[in-house]
C-alpha cells in the first residue's frame, strides 16, 4: 500500500531543511528523503568543511604577516592533524544523526535511501511507495562532475569531498579546474605546506568573474608560489611506482602525490522520471520551473542546485523557504534579480548581478566605478593583500546590475549591493548614504559618490 503524505521532498539539504522550518505546525505532514546525510553537501562537504579548512590557511598566512606589521620573528608549525580534526568536527564528523533529530523534533518524517519520482505525485525509495498528497518538491541537487581526462579515474583522483576531509596533505598536489572551489583547495593546501599545480584551460583563474578579479587574485598565487597555468589543458594522467603523472596539451608533464579534479557540477537529475511526472528539462538536466513560483508543473516544485538558477547555499535555503511558504498558503514569489557569490580566497572575491561585459551585451548603457582597496584608509591600515572594487552601474536607470569586491571582507560587503539591487536605489541615494570610517565598506562611499557626479 501506498503511505500518504502531504508534502514528500526529495533531499534534506538546506532546501529540504528551510521546507521543514515552514512547514513547523502548519498542520501538514511532510516526509524528507535523503540518500546521504541530512543537513546536505554544504554541512559535511561543502561550505561549511571548506570554509573551516579556509580559515585555518588564512590564520597561517596572517602570522607570516605579522613579520611586517607586528613581529622581528616568527616560527610556525603546521599542524595538519590538528587542521584535519577541527575541519571533521565542524562536519559533525559525517554524522547526521542532530540534524535528523533536528527534523523529526519538528514533527516531520525523515525516511532514509534514495526517492524516485515515478509519477505526478508518486515516490519511490526502495520498495516502498510515496504518494503526496499537495505537492513533491524536487531537492535533489548536484553533484561532480567527473572530467573527461584519459586515466583520471584509474588514478584515484579526489573530487572537493575527498580533498576537504583528507587525513594527510600530499606533499605535491595538482589540482585541476581553477574555479571557486579549485582555488580555494590550491590556496589552503599551499600554505599548509603542499606544492600546488593548478591547470585552467580558460586564460585566467575565477574565469566567469571580471577579468580584473581573476586577474589580482591569480597574480597573489604566483608570488605566493603556487604554480599556476592558465590556457593549459590535461590532456590525460597515468601513475607509475605510487607517482601520479599529469600530460599537459603544452607537451610538459608534472609530476604529483595527489590529484584533485574541480571541473564543475551536474544535477541529480537521473532519478525522476521526467515523462512520468510531467516535468521538463534542458539540455543540461536542469529541471525547469517557473522561477517565481518554482513550480515545475502543478504539485511539482523543483528548488536550489537542480534549477540552474545558481549553485549557492544560501539560494537554496531561500528556495526552500519561498515553497514552504506557498505550500501554507501564502503567495509568495521567489526574486533572483540580486543573488551574492563569494569565493573565499584570500583576498575575497565577492560579486553579485552581471560583470560588465554581460551588461554590454544586453545593450545597457553602462558606467563603471572603480577603486583601489590598498589606496584607502582601511586598506593601507590593513596592509596586504589588497583588492580592487569594480562596480557597474546602468547609466540611464542609475541603478546598479554589478558588482565585484576583490579584498578583505568583501562577502561583508555585498549585501549593501543585494539590498541596492533588490530594491533598485539609485545613484544619488548611495551616495548620500554614511559609512563608517575608517572601514572596508567606506571605500564604496568614493566609488558611488564619484559615479553619481559622473566622474568615472
Known amino acids: 500500500m501506498s503511505e500518504e503524505f502531504d508534502v514528500i521532498c526529495l533531499g534534506a539539504g538546506p532546501a529540504g531543511e528551510a521546507i521543514g522550518v515552514e512547514l513547523e505546525g502548519s498542520g501538514l505532514s511532510l516526509a524528507v528523503i535523503e540518500k546521504h546525510l541530512v543537513g546536505g553537501e554544504c554541512a559535511y562537504w561543502g561550505c561549511m568543511p571548506t570554509k573551516t579548512l579556509l580559515r585555518s590557511a588564512e590564520t597561517l598566512a596572517d602570522i607570516g604577516r605579522s613579520r611586517e606589521l607586528a613581529a622581528s620573528r616568527v616560527e610556525v608549525d603546521v599542524d595538519y592533524p590538528k587542521i584535519h580534526k577541527r575541519t571533521s568536527m565542524v562536519a559533525r564528523d559525517l554524522d547526521d544523526s542532530g540534524a535528523a533529530k533536528a527534523v523529526e523534533d519538528q514533527g516531520h518524517t525523515v525516511i532514509r535511501g534514495e526517492g524516485r519520482l515515478t509519477g505526478p505525485r508518486t515516490v519511490t525509495v526502495g520498495d516502498r511507495e510515496l504518494t503526496a498528497r499537495k505537492a513533491v518538491v524536487i531537492a535533489t541537487g548536484t553533484e561532480p562532475v567527473v572530467a573527461r581526462i584519459p586515466g583520471l579515474e584509474d588514478v584515484g583522483a579526489w573530487t ?194 552581471m560583470t560588465e561585459a554581460q551588461a554590454r551585451e544586453k545593450g545597457i548603457n553602462v558606467r563603471i566605478g572603480s577603486a583601489d582597496v590598498m589606496n584607502s584608509a582601511r586598506g593601507y591600515i590593513h596592509g596586504e593583500p589588497g583588492g580592487l572594487i569594480k562596480v557597474v552601474v546602468d547609466a540611464d536607470s542609475q541603478q546598479i546590475v554589478g558588482a565585484t569586491l576583490v579584498g578583505p571582507r568583501s562577502g561583508e560587503m555585498l549585501s549593501e549591493f543585494t539590498l541596492a539591487m533588490r530594491a533598485g536605489v539609485t545613484l544619488p541615494i548611495l551616495a548620500d548614504t554614511m559609512h563608517a570610517f575608517p572601514t572596508f565598506s567606506r571605500i564604496l562611499q568614493g566609488v558611488f559618490d564619484s559615479l553619481n557626479r559622473g566622474l568615472t
Open 160 to 353: 572537493t569531498r575527498e580533498a576537504v576531509l583528507a587525513a594527510a596533505l600530499p606533499p605535491r598536489f595538482v589540482v585541476v579546474g581553477a574555479g571557486p572551489a579549485g582555488v580555494e583547495i590550491s590556496q589552503a593546501f599551499l600554505r599548509f605546506g603542499s606544492q600546488v599545480h593548478l591547470f585552467e584551460s580558460a586564460p585566467r583563474v575565477l574565469a566567469a568573474e571580471e577579468p580584473e578579479a581573476g586577474e589580482f587574485v591569480q597574480k597573489k598565487l604566483v608570488e605566493a608560489g603556487l604554480e599556476v597555468r592558465c590556457s593549459t589543458a590535461v590532456d590525460k594522467v597515468d601513475a607509475e611506482g605510487g607517482e601520479i603523472h599529469v600530460h599537459c596539451s603544452d607537451g610538459s608533464v608534472v609530476a604529483c602525490d595527489k590529484l584533485m579534479a574541480s571541473t564543475g557540477r551536474k544535477p541529480n537529475s537521473e532519478v525522476l522520471d521526467m515523462e512520468a511526472a510531467g516535468i521538463r528539462a534542458n539540455a543540461r538536466g536542469w529541471v525547469q520551473v517557473d522561477p517565481e513560483t518554482l513550480e515545475a508543473t502543478d504539485g511539482i516544485y523543483a528548488v536550489g542546485d537542480i534549477t540552474g538558477l545558481g549553485g549557492f547555499t544560501h539560494l537554496s535555503h531561500y528556495h526552500g523557504t519561498v515553497v514552504g511558504r506557498r505550500l501554507r498558503g501564502e503567495d509568495v514569489r521567489a526574486n533572483h534579480s540580486a543573488i551574492p557569490r563569494v569565493t573565499y580566497t584570500d583576498p575575497e572575491v565577492g560579486s553579485i548581478g
